[in-house]
């Protein structure tokens, strides 16, 4: 533990950040951003989930709890809901409406079912700390705040920065007249150029790709022109645009400006997620020209968030760790252009087959399987019902026949999960530490590498969600008080990060936490 506590946690999650990224684009970036962090901390440089499902909410929440799945209880974005028919937001919460808009469903951190490192700060504090989150996206604002902390996030209807009324029953002032600003609506018509002379671009010759999958009217090259209107679709479509992560630092520096994090005598928490790498990505690919530009545009948007809290705290008295929810992966058709052998798998032509499959099997008329939320497939429990077939027995059914389709490569059952009876591998482990008993499917599927499911033909160029190092390998990087600058190669996991902290402020550590202590962060070496 630490003699001197920092007056602030600034915990930075970029989504969909691998960790090759960061050492192979190094020289590039200025000084203030990604360099700072890692010429001034501690490197973890073979940092990986634990678990198969590299989904966003599933990431923010192990990085907030310690947890896996199966503490934290975020196994998707979403999920399939067996009471409702239908499926679920993973912060759905009807009781805690956005305060601003009265057509989408509310947004609350009910649905964890472990408390954060932030909850946990607040708690031995008595309340003296807060904890704040911002992010484009509803689930990297609140999962990281916690139960205890204030969220606001990026509103793809109104392009607005919003919250529920589980943190407010209206915007505090500073919120409203950053809103006033009305910055969103100010990029309409813009151009996104290249940062760089194009012939210094890795991905020079990556442009203009047909498998790619632009938003709006941003097209597929160079230059991206933002649509003039902000009717229709527009708020939305930015998203895919590094201006996406430009407005949350700016939102982010209205709030350092008005709640003063840090500055208030108590330890304070902010974390700010930045989606826009991970909205470009789905767009464009991991390795394209769009993907590089983005990049390099955010570490001067980080170098930029930490000049403020510099300036406001000062990074001597500040803790900083830097993360990603998930990694991503290449796209089938740039994979297949070196030699890989990859492809897609349709929501549709993986649930069809298979149902008609099942119902010949078991001699049915019934369908048998009630939806596909990836990565699970879901049985249709009162159909089973109806044709008089046990749960275990289509289970098996349904893990054999599934394996059987092109681009998969194994199927655990429900049942096998519940009671710990699989192989001694590293899938069978990461599946484990995926399911959750109540919100996970009948059967857990596995792609191949190279390979994407649930894929819509007008969903995302590149996708993520599996356990391979592509999606699971991402950068782990502290900077602060007594933190030693040191690169550290021995396995260590993005589960790590909350119990660290807790352990380096000296507060219990959240109450799904199955993560380790880094000692290198507290000071306190381990071998």
Same mark, same amino acid.
């Given at each position: 533990?630490?003699?001197?506590?920092?007056?602030?946690?600034?915990?930075?999650?970029?989504?969909?950040?691998?960790?090759?990224?960061? $050492? #192979?684009?190094?020289?590039?970036? /200025?000084? /203030?951003?990604?360099?700072?962090?890692?010429?001034?901390?501690?490197?973890?440089?073979? +940092?990986?989930?634990?678990? +198969?499902?590299?989904?966003?909410?599933?990431?923010?929440?192990?990085?907030?709890?310690? %947890?896996?799945?199966?503490?934290?209880?975020?196994?998707?974005?979403?999920?399939?809901? $067996?009471?409702?028919?239908?499926?679920?937001?993973?912060?759905?919460?009807?009781?805690?409406?956005?305060?601003?808009?009265?057509? $989408?469903?509310?947004?609350?951190?009910?649905?964890?079912?472990?408390?954060?490192?932030?909850?946990?700060?607040?708690?031995?504090?008595? /309340?003296?700390?807060?904890?704040?989150?911002?992010?484009?996206?509803?689930? %990297?604002?609140?999962?990281?705040?916690?139960?205890?902390?204030?969220?606001?996030?990026?509103?793809?209807?109104?392009?607005?920065?919003?919250?529920?009324?589980?943190?407010?029953?209206?915007?505090?002032?500073?919120?409203?007249?950053?809103?006033?600003?009305?910055?969103?609506?100010?990029?309409?018509?813009?151009?996104?150029?290249?940062?760089?002379?194009?012939?210094?671009?890795?991905?020079?010759?990556?442009?203009?790709?047909?498998?790619?999958?632009? #938003?709006?009217?941003?097209?597929?090259?160079?230059?991206?022109?933002?649509?003039?209107?902000?009717?229709?679709?527009?708020?939305?479509?930015?998203?895919?645009?590094?201006?996406?992560?430009?407005?949350?630092?700016?939102?982010?520096?209205?709030?350092?400006?008005?709640?003063?994090?840090?500055?208030?005598?108590?330890?304070?928490?902010?974390?700010?997620?930045?989606?826009?790498?991970?909205?470009?990505?789905?767009?464009?690919?991991?390795?394209?020209?769009?993907?590089?530009?983005?990049? !390099?545009?955010?570490?001067?948007?980080?170098?930029?968030? !930490?000049?403020?809290?510099?300036?406001?705290?000062? !990074?001597?008295?500040?803790?900083?760790?830097?993360?990603?929810?998930?990694?991503?992966? +290449?796209?089938?058709?740039?994979?297949?252009?070196? %030699?890989?052998?990859?492809?897609?798998?349709?929501?549709?032509?993986?649930? /069809?087959?298979?149902?008609?499959?099942?119902?010949?099997?078991?001699?049915?008329?019934?369908?048998?399987?009630?939806?596909?939320?990836?990565?699970?497939?879901?049985?249709?429990?009162?159909? !089973?019902?109806?044709?008089?077939?046990?749960?275990?027995?289509?289970?098996?059914?349904?893990?054999?026949?599934?394996?059987?389709?092109?681009?998969?490569?194994?199927?655990?059952?429900?049942?096998?999960?519940?009671?710990?009876?699989?192989?001694?591998?590293?899938?069978?482990?990461?599946?484990?530490?995926?399911?959750?008993?109540?919100?996970? %499917?009948?059967?857990?599927?596995?792609?191949?590498?190279?390979?994407?499911?649930?894929?819509?033909?007008?969903?995302?160029?590149?996708?993520?969600?599996?356990?391979?190092?592509?999606?699971?390998?991402?950068?782990?990087?502290?900077?602060?008080?007594?933190?030693?600058?040191?690169?550290?190669?021995?396995?260590?996991?993005?589960?790590?990060?909350?119990?660290?902290?807790?352990?380096?402020?000296?507060?219990?550590?959240?109450?799904?936490?199955?993560?380790?202590?880094?000692?290198?962060?507290?000071?306190? +070496?381990?071998?």
């Amino acid at each position: 533990m630490q003699a001197d506590k920092p007056d602030l946690v600034l915990q930075i999650t970029v989504d969909q950040l691998r960790a090759d990224v960061i $050492r #192979r684009h190094f020289d590039r970036f /200025g000084e /203030g951003g990604f360099q700072y962090l890692v010429e001034h901390g501690t490197v973890y440089a073979n +940092a990986r989930y634990r678990h +198969a499902n590299t989904m966003t909410a599933v990431g923010h929440a192990t990085l907030a709890t310690g %947890g896996n799945s199966t503490q934290h209880g975020m196994v998707s974005n979403s999920w399939w809901d $067996r009471e409702r028919s239908e499926h679920v937001n993973c912060l759905q919460d009807e009781q805690s409406p956005f305060v601003d808009e009265t057509t $989408r469903t509310g947004r609350s951190p009910l649905r964890l079912t472990s408390s954060t490192f932030s909850d946990e700060l607040i708690l031995a504090t008595g /309340g003296a700390s807060r904890s704040f989150g911002v992010s484009t996206k509803d689930r %990297g604002a609140i999962i990281l705040a916690g139960r205890g902390g204030k969220a606001y996030w990026y509103s793809t209807q109104t392009g607005r920065y919003t919250t529920t009324t589980w943190y407010h029953r209206e915007h505090p002032e500073w919120v409203e007249a950053w809103n006033e600003r009305d910055l969103a609506a100010a990029y309409a018509g813009q151009t996104w150029s290249l940062l760089a002379d194009h012939e210094s671009y890795a991905a020079v010759d990556r442009d203009d790709r047909p498998f790619e999958v632009p #938003r709006g009217e941003l097209g597929i090259t160079f230059p991206h022109v933002m649509s003039d209107s902000t009717s229709g679709r527009y708020f939305s479509d930015l998203r895919y645009s590094p201006w996406a992560d430009e407005l949350t630092l700016s939102f982010t520096q209205a709030l350092i400006e008005a709640e003063k994090p840090g500055q208030r005598g108590a330890t304070d928490y902010l974390s700010v997620s930045f989606s826009a790498t991970d909205y470009v990505g789905h767009a464009y690919g991991p390795y394209s020209l769009e993907a590089e530009d983005n990049l !390099l545009r955010l570490d001067r948007v980080i170098a930029a968030l !930490l000049a403020s809290v510099d300036q406001a705290v000062g !990074l001597q008295n500040t803790l900083v760790v830097l993360s990603s929810d998930h990694g991503v992966q +290449a796209t089938p058709e740039y994979s297949g252009t070196h %030699g890989f052998v990859g492809g897609r798998i349709g929501t549709a032509e993986m649930l /069809g087959p298979i149902n008609d499959l099942l119902s010949t099997y078991f001699e049915t008329d019934e369908r048998l399987i009630a939806a596909f939320s990836r990565p699970s497939l879901f049985l249709d429990l009162e159909a !089973l019902r109806r044709a008089g077939i046990s749960r275990t027995h289509a289970e098996v059914a349904l893990a054999r026949e599934v394996v059987k389709l092109d681009g998969v490569r194994a199927a655990f059952t429900r049942t096998d999960l519940l009671e710990g009876n699989l192989p001694a591998t590293a899938l069978a482990r990461s599946v484990a530490h995926a399911f959750h008993p109540q919100r996970s %499917g009948d059967v857990y599927v596995v792609a191949e590498p190279f390979w994407f499911f649930g894929y819509d033909t007008q969903g995302d160029a590149a996708t993520h969600g599996s356990h391979y190092p592509a999606d699971a390998h991402v950068p782990l990087i502290f900077s602060g008080p007594g933190v030693p600058r040191t690169s550290v190669y021995r396995p260590v996991a993005p589960r790590d990060v909350a119990p660290t902290l807790s352990a380096y402020l000296g507060v219990l550590p959240p109450s799904g936490s199955v993560g380790e202590v880094l000692g290198e962060v507290v000071g306190e +070496a381990k071998p």
